[in-house]
């Protein structure tokens, strides 16, 4: 039993950072809310049957924070949302494309295209609602 435990979790640790590597997509997803600027739950139809729900930020691109930030950090990301929210408008179903693990547990990175409007990082980004983000530290919103 103790070498079963053992195989599984060495198997389970070799398979973790190849996955972290790859992307998948594309998927279409049903939105089921934005949570901030940068950061949308969906459903996405990853196989004829099955649907998988994640909470899925924007790869690429930083938008303020709506909470634990100064106030005009807080203003700013709230807008952030409104954005993403409006952009996003009615559409019943959005395209995912280049999804992969994040470093948080249970959030993943990739890109949302909106039929009729495009990608919703790049919309951001010319609104200047957000910055390209590829890590390290983000830096300031207010001055």
Same mark, same amino acid.
């Given at each position: 039993?103790?070498?079963? %435990?053992?195989? /599984? +979790?060495?198997?389970?640790?070799?398979?973790?950072?190849?996955?972290?590597?790859?992307?998948?997509?594309?998927?279409?997803?049903?939105? %089921?809310? &934005? %949570?901030?600027?940068?950061? &949308?739950? &969906?459903?996405?139809?990853?196989?004829? =049957?099955?649907?998988?729900?994640?909470?899925?930020?924007?790869?690429?691109?930083?938008?303020?924070? $709506?909470?634990? /930030?100064?106030?005009?950090? $807080?203003?700013? =990301?709230?807008?952030?949302?409104?954005?993403?929210?409006?952009?996003?408008?009615?559409?019943?179903?959005?395209?995912?494309?280049? +999804?992969?693990?994040? @470093?948080?547990?249970?959030?993943?990175?990739? @890109? %949302?295209?909106?039929?009729? $409007?495009?990608?919703? =990082?790049?919309?951001?980004?010319?609104?200047?609602?957000?910055?390209?983000?590829? =890590?390290?530290?983000?830096?300031?919103?207010?001055?």
């Amino acid at each position: 039993m103790r070498r079963f %435990i053992f195989t /599984a +979790v060495m198997a389970l640790a070799w398979s973790v950072p190849a996955m972290a590597s790859e992307t998948f997509g594309p998927y279409e997803a049903d939105v %089921i809310r &934005v %949570i901030d600027g940068d950061t &949308v739950v &969906v459903a996405a139809h990853v196989w004829p =049957g099955l649907t998988q729900t994640i909470s899925l930020r924007l790869d690429g691109v930083n938008t303020p924070e $709506k909470r634990r /930030a100064p106030e005009c950090e $807080k203003i700013l =990301g709230r807008k952030a949302t409104a954005f993403t929210t409006s952009f996003i408008g009615s559409a019943q179903t959005v395209r995912i494309t280049g +999804v992969h693990l994040g @470093k948080f547990a249970g959030r993943a990175l990739g @890109k %949302i295209e909106v039929p009729g $409007k495009g990608d919703l =990082g790049s919309a951001l980004l010319a609104a200047g609602m957000a910055r390209e983000y590829h =890590g390290g530290h983000r830096g300031p919103w207010c001055k």
